[in-house]
């Protein structure tokens, strides 16, 4: 059973920082995009930033300059720096992952993977 698992959420004050962390885990062969989306409450969930396996990275306008999309290929992890927060960055994250994994019985599967979310709270 392949897994992603958020870690990093929290409250923080404008102007503040935090780090968002994503491991997946399980049977995995193989690892393409990953990236991070958002969803305030009332709103559709938001792409924030990708990243493909070779570390080209896309944001969306509303972070550039401010938030840092990282991968590490060995541990099947993918971070999220964000600096400067804004009120408007208050959200629940979403990690997302296209993966190519191991099925039951060895066959290969492949599927987009989200994790479960974390909360971000921007609040003076």
């Known amino acids: 059973q392949v897994q992603l698992v958020e870690s990093g959420g929290g409250l923080v004050q404008p102007g503040g920082s935090l780090r968002l962390s994503c491991a997946a885990s399980g049977r995995i062969l193989r690892i393409d995009d990953m990236g991070w989306y958002r969803q305030a409450p009332g709103k559709e969930r938001d792409l924030v930033a990708t990243i493909t396996s070779d570390g080209t990275t896309d944001y969306a306008n509303s972070v550039k300059g401010r938030f840092t999309i990282s991968r590490d290929n060995a541990k099947n992890t993918v971070s999220l720096q964000m600096n400067s927060m804004k009120l408007e960055d208050t959200a629940n994250y979403y990690c997302?992952?296209?993966?190519?994994?191991?099925?039951?019985?060895?066959?290969?599967?492949?599927?987009?993977?989200w994790g479960q979310g974390t909360q971000v709270t921007v609040s003076s």
């Open positions: 997302h992952a296209d993966i190519l994994a191991f099925g039951a019985s060895d066959e290969y599967v492949a599927f987009k993977k």
